[in-house]
C-alpha cells in the first residue's frame, strides 16, 4: 500500500527518534518485549500517539503521566487478533 511509510532504525539511538518518526501521525511499536517500554516511553516523548503490540514486562502505567503531559494516546498491549484486527482499516 503506497499509502502507508515504514522505517528501518536502530531504536537504541534515542537521539534519532523525533526526526524519525517527525512525518508520522500514529506509531505502531512492534518491537520485542524486552525493547517495548524504552521504545514505548521514547515515541510518547515526540508526541506521537502510538499502538504497541509489544507486550513489555514493565508496568505501562509507569508511562500514564507521561503520555497525558504530551497530550498522546497510547493503547498498550493492543494484542494483534483480536486487537490490531479489529481497528484497522
Partial sequence: NPSIN?????????????????PFDLVVCAVPGFMGFATLRQ??????????????????????????EYNVTAIVDCGVAPGMSNFIL
Wanted: charged share 20%; net charge negative; glycine share 2%.
Fill in 43 to 68: 515515541v510518547i516523548l515526540c508526541g506521537k500517539n502510538v499502538v504497541d503490540i509489544s507486550f513489555f514486562p514493565e508496568d505501562a502505567h509507569h508511562l500514564d503521566h507521561l503520555a497525558k
Fill in 6 to 22: 515504514t522505517r528501518q532504525a536502530d531504536l537504541q539511538k534515542h537521539s534519532q527518534y523525533a526526526a524519525m518518526l517527525a
